[in-house]
């Protein structure tokens, strides 16, 4: 009768004190809400927070957002905006500085399209401050950025056509998914080419562990989901040799548009979206890559299912924010997310 009693009272305790999160590795933990929902960010983390950037408005018109999380409050902060607002941007952090590269803007006249562009920046996240950097070598959106070695590695993208008058890319017109890789060197303020990916694609996930850099999935053959096809290709580039390595295990769900982070060794994506004539759609896949062993972990799904969202990991959680819960491309139907799930990882 009193373990009954015990039990009913610890039951009764635990409902008057609300939802309690689950802190062990392995759960999902929601978090503060995003508060301007939208797609197309990307996500990375800098001194310990998470920053938030780009996302795209109805009519393909970039917003150039950029927020602050700080895990210690579990609070969002807007910060200075991109100095130049697009679209499929990418971003990656080196020595507490983060980089933006390329991207799509709107154009001057005409219909909308997504016009590619060559920008660099560097944004300093404790003095909330934007600086120009010299352009990419190829103007591109949809690529993937990475530090290694002290260098940025702007891989892949979409872009027009070499030789072509088509100022933008449109899935009516003629364009294509990249394979170029260009280096930057934050030091000299220099850009070189470096070798090309074998499976050119945009979209995709990207991370390093153990001094090589991994691109995951992606979009391949165009730069929009209602023209192209997802890929579950994997490859190994090694920055200092210049070389890229054979195929690695492929990942158990092709998909593009993705979050990821990486953490104790690992490489997680998150999210995507998928479409045919038959289904508009958006995953609720985590996937975790392990280049040590050549192989990927399964993991339980997000609780909302998205694209376009960003991701990062702080301190043993990897955080996803905002995004579509459906695929694009549904006529008047905008159906962005505020939510903000982490998954919490084990600490390192």
Do not use: C
């Amino acid at each position: 009768m009193r373990a009954r009693l015990a039990l009913a009272l610890l039951v009764a305790a635990s409902l008057a004190l609300g939802p309690v999160h689950a802190q062990t590795p392995g759960k999902w933990v929601k978090l503060a809400p995003f508060p301007e929902p939208a797609e197309e960010l990307y996500g990375t983390a800098a001194g310990g927070k998470l920053y938030v950037f780009g996302g795209l408005a109805p009519g393909w018109l970039p917003r150039g957002l950029v927020y602050e999380y700080d895990p210690a409050a579990d609070r969002w902060t807007r910060k200075r905006p991109m100095p130049l607002a697009s679209h499929h941007i990418a971003v990656a952090e080196l020595g507490g500085k983060i980089y933006a590269f390329g991207g799509f803007v709107a154009p001057l006249v005409g219909p909308a399209a997504w016009v590619p562009i060559a920008n660099a920046w560097e944004y300093d996240p404790a003095a909330d401050s934007w600086t120009p950097l010299p352009p990419m070598p190829t103007r591109r959106g949809a690529a993937m950025a990475a530090a290694a070695g002290g260098r940025l590695y702007v891989v892949g993208g979409a872009s027009t056509h070499p030789g072509s008058g088509e100022p933008s890319v449109h899935p009516a017109r003629p364009h294509r998914a990249l394979d170029t890789v260009e280096e930057y060197d934050p030091a000299t303020g220099a850009w070189r080419t470096r070798s090309p990916m074998p499976t050119a694609r945009n979209h995709a996930a990207i991370g390093v562990v153990g001094g090589k850099i991994y691109v995951i999935g992606g979009r391949i053959g165009a730069a929009f989901i209602s023209v192209a096809s997802n890929t579950d290709v994997v490859e190994e580039y090694d920055p200092t040799a210049d070389q890229w390595g054979t195929v690695k295990a492929r990942m158990p769900t092709p998909r593009s548009a993705v979050a990821w982070g990486v953490h104790g060794g690992r490489i997680y994506v998150a999210g995507g979206e998928f479409q045919d004539d038959r289904l508009m759609a958006a995953f609720r896949a985590l996937e975790a890559y392990d280049p040590a062993a050549n192989a990927w972990t399964v993991l339980p799904r997000m609780p909302v299912p998205r694209h376009g969202l960003a991701g990062a990991v702080v301190g043993s959680r990897l955080h996803l924010v905002s995004g579509d819960v459906q695929s694009a491309g549904i006529a008047g139907m905008h159906l962005h997310s505020d939510s903000h799930d982490a998954f919490e990882l084990a600490p390192q």
